[in-house]
């Protein structure tokens, strides 16, 4: 069974950072494109970053230069560093882990970002 837990969520002022992990338990970590996806109160889940298994990235234009992604395929953990943090920041953050031959999507439980003086 394939499981992602994130941590790193929590309440941060405007400006400030921080960085989101989500380890994965399983076996298709190493063949598997992992990405962070947000949902925000009223708002449908939107995509913030991927990262496939060689390494490219993508970003939503929201968060481009303020937002990294990286994983650790020895860990089999993938990370969001979220820099120069802003309101519209503040969603539920969810860990995303995508197979395509199979096709199989996995998802984690989200954590909380709020952003907030």
């Known amino acids: 069974q394939v499981q992602l837990v994130e941590s790193g969520g929590g309440l941060v002022q405007p400006g400030g950072s921080l960085r989101l992990s989500c380890a994965a338990s399983g076996r298709i970590f190493s063949r598997s494109t992992m990405g962070w996806y947000r949902q925000a109160p009223g708002k449908q889940r939107e995509l913030v970053s991927t990262i496939t298994t060689g390494g490219s990235t993508n970003y939503a234009d929201s968060v481009k230069g303020r937002f990294t992604i990286s994983r650790d395929n020895a860990k089999s953990t993938v990370y969001l560093q979220m820099d120069s943090l802003k309101p519209e920041d503040t969603a539920v953050y969810f860990c995303?882990?995508?197979?395509?031959?199979?096709?199989?999507?996995?998802w984690g439980q989200g954590t909380q970002v709020t952003v907030s003086s």
């Open positions: 995303n882990a995508r197979v395509f031959v199979p096709p199989a999507t996995h």
